[in-house]
Structure formats: C-alpha cells, structure tokens
C-alpha cells in the first residue's frame, strides 16, 4: 500500500478556500485562512496554496463525478454517443462560467505572500506559484470568452468603477499570463518536498507549453494575427524544450500511466493526483469495465496507423474492420493499451457494453476490476495531472506551426526530439516519422493520407494524429479543434463516421435481442450506429460557439452600472 503524504489530504482540507461558487468577483470564505494573522509562516502559505488544486487539477474527479478524463469529455469527434452533448444553445440566465473569484484568489495569495517572515528565494517562489494559477484561470476565462477585464490586484466590493468596467482585449490578457508564466519559470522551485504531488518549474513549463500552444494556434487560425502566434508558439516550444533538455523524464508503459495505484517514481508523470481508500476514490475504471459507457467512434479508431507506420487507406498490412481481431490486426500498438483488442460488447448482450462496440481498456487495473475497489466509486488509482508524452506533442506541434509564422525551419532534428520518442517508447516501436520536403514519409516511403483533410498540410496532419492517438481520451481534443478552428468535424452529418462503431454481423449473437440496435444500412450486417434517431445527431452550424456567452445577468450588472458588456459575437 501507498503512503498517503501531506499533500493528499491538503487538497481536500484545503477545498474549504477553494470550494465557493464561482459567482461574479465572489469574496472567499471569511475564515481563519484570509485573515492577516494567517500569514505567519511558509507552512500556512503552502496550505493556502493547496486550496488551488482540486480546481484546476481535478484527475480522475471524485466520488461519482467526472474529472478530465473519458467521456465526461465527449463532446468531440473521438466519442459515439447514443445521445450527443451540443454546444451551447442559447445565452444563460446566470453562471456560465463568468467569474473572477479565483482570480481574486490568487490576487490575494500573491498579495500576502509579500508579507510574509520568509527567505526572498521563498517569497518569489510563492509569488511564481500564485502568479502560475492566475495565469491557469486568466488562460480557462480567454478560452471560454475571449476579451474579459485584466485584474491583477485585490479589489474592494466597493470599487465599482474597477469591478465594472469594459473587457480588456484578448492579446491584452495572454501577454500578462506570459509575463506571470515566465515569472513562475524563473522563480518556482525546481525541487519541491512533494514531488510529482506539488507545482515545481517542470509543471510551470508542462503547463506553458499547453497555454501557449492553445493561444499560439488560437491567433494563427482565429485571428490571423501571425505576430502574436508566433510569440506565443515560441514561448510554447521553449517550455517544452526546457523539459525535454532536462533529462529529468522519460517514456515507460504506455497505460501505466493511466492505470497504476501508485504513480509516484513514474519517470513520466510531471504531477499526479493521490487517491487513497477509504479516503478519496473516484469511478473511472468501474465505468469502464462495470457499466455501459460510450464508444470510440469510427473516426477515432481509424485515426491508429498500421504497424509498418503509414495510415490504413494505404498500408498492406490493415486488415479491414470485418470482426475485432482484422480490425486490430497490425496496428500502432496504443490501440491495443487503449481499447479492448479481443472482443466487441454489444448493447443486448453484454451489460457492460460500448456504444460502438470497441470498449476502453486505457485506465482499467485489471488486478482490482473484480474487487469491491474495482466498482461503483471505490477506485483507487492515481490521475496524472500532466506528462512527459503530452509535453512532446505539444513541442512538434508548436515547433511545427511557429515554422508557418517566421520562426524557424521546421526539421528532422523537431520529429526526432519530439514524435519519434513517443514512437520508441517502450512496447511501441513504430517506425520513425520522417520530413521529406513537405511531405511525410516512413522508412523513406514518402505518403500522403487519403483521408487528410486539404486544408492541413501533411506534415502538420500526421502531428495531429500523433496527439491524437497519444492523448486519447485525455480531455484534450474539444480544446484542439477550438484552437485549431475545426468543429465542423463534430458535425454527425457532414462527418458520420462519427456516428459509427464497429462493423456487425447480427446473426452472431443469436441469444440476444437486437431489433432496437441500429446498424448502416438497416439490416442484419453493418456499422453500428451509436445515435440512430435523426432528430438526435449534432450538427455544427455557427462559428459563434467558439466561444461562450456572456450571462444576461452579468450584462444586466454592468448596465447598472453605466458599463455595457459587449455580448460576444453571434450571442
């Protein structure tokens, strides 16, 4: 059994700072943690500091709720459910995520911190650690709304004429997250006493690269803003070529990352969330082996190559989809770490079914499953927070994209340091991905997917299969195709492999019934059809969900006050 450290249990004590509703500029609780006589010592700064984490660092969630990982996150093209989520259909009353009171957070810890009886090497560390969740919350709000106000000190409740005022400017915000992020990297501490459980200047950098690749990308593709993309991809790579320059990590098992009951010492894991029994479990691999869950779509399952390195559409070695075993015959071998590689699960036979048909094997401890640990919400498996194999995507992306914009050359030596690490790691040992002028190419066989979508340029679309092969079910792929301004392939219609699963024969389940299980075509043979009404598919029409609605409530506020809240477009 693990040993259960400090830190653990300060996460959740801590959530009696963290957990008010995030209600405009809310004031946090009024307690023993925000009163002057608190700040006496690094330990309570520290604690105070805890009280950020089950926020922004939520795992494998808690009890039943969802965290980042798996279909909690559907809303994408990699899942096929029966009942696809939609985008927001219409301006919310109240909430919607328009809230500043971590902001406020972070403003006071950063404030108070100065104060402080500590070291000046302590008091930048902790002002580094403030400033980095600043810039997480500043980095979520631009994400969802694009302008907001720019806050970087205390308000008082009284203070209307700061509290309701009109947005800053997008680049505006991000540039003041870039100074706060560089200021992290060069005050946090590269040790830590907690190690892989608390930010050190290896989260500050994983954490970089992911903001500054969203943004970057964001001002390529959103705002044609080349300048700004290009100082934000920069700052991207440099984070993510400062981890990989480290040494400090390296590539093990593939789903022991995603699996284990103890990630602590894994080579790969920048932070992790504990989870202990009897204390805080969570539900993850019971909805993945117990209960119905939602499928892989068609779309997500093809994206895998063949082992010889190229696509299916054009290599010898695939198989077809007729039966599970073709299916994932001579496949990149995270296929087999990420679903159920022996046998399909059919709604009508078997209790813990997949929509499509392929269920998810990437987070099941198979030593567990069978145990009261392994069902409903006992789970104890660790969550990686952020990872070595997401930081080297992130470098061949922003390397790659910042090429497109002025910077320099994109080449060989970015693939080798970045993608072709992924390919040989441990039980994987896929071919290297080359560069042969603009096009990609595998043991000198230059290719070109059939499937490529002609508005991405080869060598850019085998980066994205990579992270999206490598990132599966991770929480990451709605967020890619915001930034990279591709929804439509959300659209069920325009794109039905979506709505697809695996290939069918229904005399093979003799046993079971199956009138109400819709496959192509409508008969006996064909593809499973996740959402078979046509009433139900999702369908992508107005650019306006890139971004989020500003409440009514809020706009109301603001209009009391003499300010009016511009809506954002198309709202």
């Given at each position: 059994m693990k040993v259960t450290n400090k830190i653990f249990i300060l996460f959740f004590l801590a959530l009696g700072i963290a957990g008010c509703e995030k209600d405009f500029l809310d004031t946090p609780p009024q307690d023993v943690l925000v009163d002057e006589t608190y700040w006496t010592s690094e330990v309570n700064v520290k604690t105070f500091a805890y009280g950020f984490y089950t926020s922004y660092f939520s795992g494998y969630g808690s009890g039943y709720t969802w965290?980042?990982?798996?279909?909690?996150?559907?809303?994408?093209?990699?899942?096929?459910?029966?009942?696809?989520?939609?985008?927001?259909?219409?301006?919310?009353?109240?909430?919607?995520?328009?809230s500043f009171a971590w902001v406020r957070k972070a403003n006071i810890f950063i404030d108070r911190v100065q104060g402080v009886d500590m070291e000046e090497e302590a008091i930048n560390h902790w002002t580094g650690i403030g400033r980095f969740f600043r810039a997480l919350e500043y980095h979520d709000l631009v994400k969802d709304f694009g302008d907001v106000p720019y806050y970087d000190k205390e308000l008082a409740e009284n203070d209307n004429e700061m509290l309701y005022r009109e947005r800053d400017e997008r680049t505006f915000v991000m540039d003041r997250v870039l100074e706060d992020f560089r200021f992290a990297a060069e005050n946090v501490r590269d040790n830590v006493e907690n190690e892989g459980q608390e930010v050190d200047r290896?989260?500050?950098?994983?954490?970089?690269?992911?903001?500054?690749?969203?943004?970057?990308?964001?001002?390529?593709?959103?705002?044609?803003?080349?300048?700004?993309?290009?100082?934000?991809?920069?700052?991207?790579?440099?984070?993510?070529?400062?981890?990989?320059?480290?040494?400090?990590?390296s590539l093990g098992n593939y789903r022991e990352v995603f699996n284990s009951l103890d990630l602590s010492g894994n080579p790969e894991v920048l932070l992790y969330r504990e989870y202990e029994e009897g204390m805080v479990t969570h539900s993850l691999n019971s909805y993945n082996n117990k209960e119905p869950q939602t499928g892989v779509s068609k779309d997500g399952i093809e994206s895998y190559l063949a082992e010889d390195g190229l696509p299916i559409g054009i290599s010898a070695l695939y198989q077809g989809d007729k039966g599970i075993e073709n299916l994932m015959a001579n496949r990149d071998p995270r296929i087999y770490e990420t679903f159920v590689s022996d046998e399909l699960r059919i709604n009508g036979v078997d209790p813990n079914y997949s929509t499509t048909g392929i269920a998810t094997h990437k987070f099941l401890n198979e030593d567990i499953a069978d145990e009261p640990r392994g069902s409903s919400n006992l789970n104890p498996t660790d969550a990686?927070?952020?990872?070595?194999?997401?930081?080297?995507?992130?470098?061949?992306?922003?390397?790659?994209?910042?090429?497109?914009?002025?910077?320099?050359?994109?080449?060989?030596?970015?693939?080798?340091?970045?993608?072709?690490?992924?390919?040989?790691?441990?039980?994987?040992?896929?071919?290297?991905?080359?560069?042969?002028?603009d096009q990609p190419a595998v043991n000198g066989q230059v290719y070109d997917d059939p499937q490529r979508d002609s508005g991405v340029a080869p060598i850019l679309w085998e980066i994205r299969r990579e992270r999206r092969v490598e990132l599966m079910f991770e929480g990451f792929r709605l967020d890619d195709l915001k930034r990279w301004k591709k929804l439509e392939y959300t659209d069920m219609v325009q794109y039905p492999d979506i709505n697809r699963g695996a290939w069918i024969d229904k005399s093979n389940y003799p046993d079971a019934n199956l009138e109400s299980l819709a496959v192509t075509g409508g008969g006996d043979k064909g593809y499973?059809?996740?959402?078979?009404?046509?009433?139900?598919?999702?369908?992508?029409?107005?650019?306006?969900?890139?971004?989020?609605?500003?409440p009514l409530d809020q706009i109301t506020l603001y209009r009391d006050q003499g300010v009016e809240l511009e809506q954002n477009p198309g709202w």
């Open positions: 965290g980042k990982y798996f279909s909690g996150q559907s809303l994408n093209d990699d899942f096929a459910p029966t009942n696809p989520p939609r985008f927001t259909q219409q301006v919310p009353t109240s909430g919607g995520g328009w290896s989260v500050v950098l994983g954490f970089m690269s992911r903001v500054f690749l969203y943004e970057g990308t964001w001002q390529k593709y959103h705002e044609n803003n080349n300048e700004k993309a290009a100082e934000y991809l920069e700052a991207a790579k440099w984070a993510a070529q400062e981890i990989i320059e480290s040494g400090n990590f990686p927070i952020i990872r070595y194999g997401e930081i080297l995507v992130n470098y061949a992306e922003a390397a790659y994209e910042l090429s497109t914009v002025g910077g320099a050359t994109f080449a060989q030596e970015d693939l080798d340091k970045s993608i072709n690490v992924l390919r040989d790691r441990p039980g994987i040992n896929l071919p290297y991905l080359e560069v042969s002028g499973l059809i996740p959402a078979s009404a046509e009433e139900a598919l999702r369908t992508f029409e107005d650019p306006k969900v890139y971004l989020e609605p500003i």
